[in-house]
């Protein structure tokens, strides 16, 4: 059985709902970092490239890496000007202080160590070099409430809960600002900046509901229905959210920027 936890069979559906819209957030995360023309990049968690192309775009060299080879394929047929690898965050295939910076988007959460993968990024990093991480903060919205509801509603809460902390054992932690800073602050890293930014994304319905599988709760649901299961909870998910919501969505959004220096 494929581990349900992969995004390789999601990739394509990461690229086409999210990239036009994370890249807002990989703009604004590369901007808080510093990270400008020359400087050496490693973007930890590359997934289909977006943050990297972020980076380049000021000027810097980028390195990418992520676990899915599903979601570097997508990476390297978008954006082929990016060097990309698969590797894992907490053992990383490079020298010590090679970096200018490091990145992660969205990644905190997901790493089992956290404190072993933060570790590891400060040791291939120079020493002044900028480390950043965005993260989500916001609370649950009516769509979230109702795509929850609605996944509750074929896997019992005691199954899903375990299967999430699985997935991204750190959800809850690195939603909040001060946790954030102190696992920085304990990381050695100084110079520790957070700020909280707003986003606005609008999705047609069928592309938000598209965009809910490829996080933990649409992939692990997909996993235990199978193929036919699955197009029948699709189609009713698409059911509850016309009857509920209009059309187009407006997803307000809010994510934790976090910069830091290692000294």
Known sequence: MDDWR????????????HATRFVQVADDLVAQAGIGEGQLLLDIGTGTGIAAEAAAKVGARVVGIDESMGMLRVARR???????AAAEAIDLPFRDSVFDAAIG??????F???????????????????????????????????????????VPREILEPAYAEARPWHDKFRKRDQIEEVLIDAGLRHVRTEI????????????????????SGRFVREML?????????????AVFAERFP??????????????VKV
Do not use: C
Not at 6 to 17: K, N
Not at 199 to 210: A, F, K, M, P, S
């Open 112 to 154: 089992t160590k956290y404190e072993t993968a933060i570790f590891d990024a400060m040791r291939v990093l120079k020493v002044g070099g900028t480390i950043g991480f965005s993260s989500w903060s916001d609370g649950v919205d009516a769509y979230q409430t109702a795509w929850s509801e609605l996944v509750e509603s074929v």
């Open 105 to 110: 988007s969205f990644v905190l959460a997901h």
């Open 6 to 17: 992969s995004y390789d069979d999601v990739a394509e559906t990461y690229e086409r709902v």
């Open 226 to 238: 199978g193929a036919s299961g699955w197009d029948a909870f699709r189609a009713r998910a698409s």
């Open 78 to 84: 978008q954006r082929p000007a990016e060097a990309v």
């Open 197 to 216: 930014r707003k986003y606005r994304w609008v999705y047609g319905r069928e592309e938000y509901i598209d965009g809910m599988s490829v996080f933990a």
């Open 247 to 260: 059309d187009p969505l407006n997803d307000f959004r809010e994510v934790i920027l976090s910069t830091a």
